[in-house]
């Protein structure tokens, strides 16, 4: 069954990407495993998935331990994260896709060990007009960016949103392919585009998104507790 619904979603955004004129090729998806067990991953890894995402950082710091190095496994951390989880992110992140704060981003830069290689992140903008919503204010986006970029152990990829609850995502979306352009004029080889989920992923993939994070669709249903 999992290998029915990894191949039905990838048929789903391959579709949708050819909708648009665009590769599929050029789409990274990202299977999120929150609340699944470490053999879950291990178990989408033989079916040839290479980016898994959890959203909270003790399920996520202890899922790494226990699948342990496998080549070529991006662990895309995709949660809130705290200044006090800082090195425990960056010790099991390959990305980070929601660097919404210069204190984070300080955070994250003085967690690298030495000689570290940089830090993928993305800056993750809130779409909406509530300010408890995770993300940075669009109008604040270009002064992280900045911020991020003049830190050596970070290297800004690009920008993530979820799409707002009370609107179509297809023009929020736009919007958040607008304010890309923005960390661009920043960071110009910024291009990565983390939006759209199950029920969004079409309209992120015509706004152009890069990086899809698919949870339940792939996996099933989520166990109560991780």
Do not use: C
């Not at 959890?54 to 790494?64: D, G, H, L, M």
Request: aromatic fraction near 4%.
């Amino acid at each position: 069954m999992l290998a029915e619904r990894l191949a039905a979603i990838d048929e789903r955004i391959a579709d949708a990407a050819r909708a648009v004129g665009r590769d599929p090729s050029e789409l990274t998806r990202i299977v999120v495993t929150k609340f699944h067990p470490a053999a879950l991953v291990e178990e989408l890894y033989a079916l040839g998935v290479r980016d898994v995402g959890e959203n909270r950082q003790q399920e996520f710091s202890r899922k790494v331990g226990e699948v342990g190095p496998l080549a070529g496994l991006r662990w895309h951390f995709i949660g809130q994260a705290q200044t006090n989880k800082a090195r425990a992110i960056r010790g099991a992140a390959s990305v980070v896709h929601s660097l919404d704060r210069a204190r984070l981003a300080d955070a994250l830069h003085a967690a690298a060990e030495p000689g570290e290689a940089p830090l993928d992140v993305l800056l993750q903008v809130n779409l909406t007009d509530d300010p408890g919503r995770g993300g940075v204010a669009p109008d604040e986006l270009e002064s992280l960016a900045t911020h991020a970029a003049g830190l050596a152990s970070l290297r800004v990829r690009g920008v993530m949103a979820v799409a707002p609850l009370d609107e179509p995502p297809a023009p929020a979306f736009e919007r958040l392919a607008r304010l890309a352009g923005v960390v661009r004029g920043v960071v110009p080889d910024a291009d990565w585009i983390s939006a759209g989920m199950t029920a969004d992923f079409a309209e992120a993939i015509a706004a152009g998104a890069t990086h899809l994070r698919i949870g339940s669709a792939i996996t099933g249903p989520r166990p109560e507790r991780g």
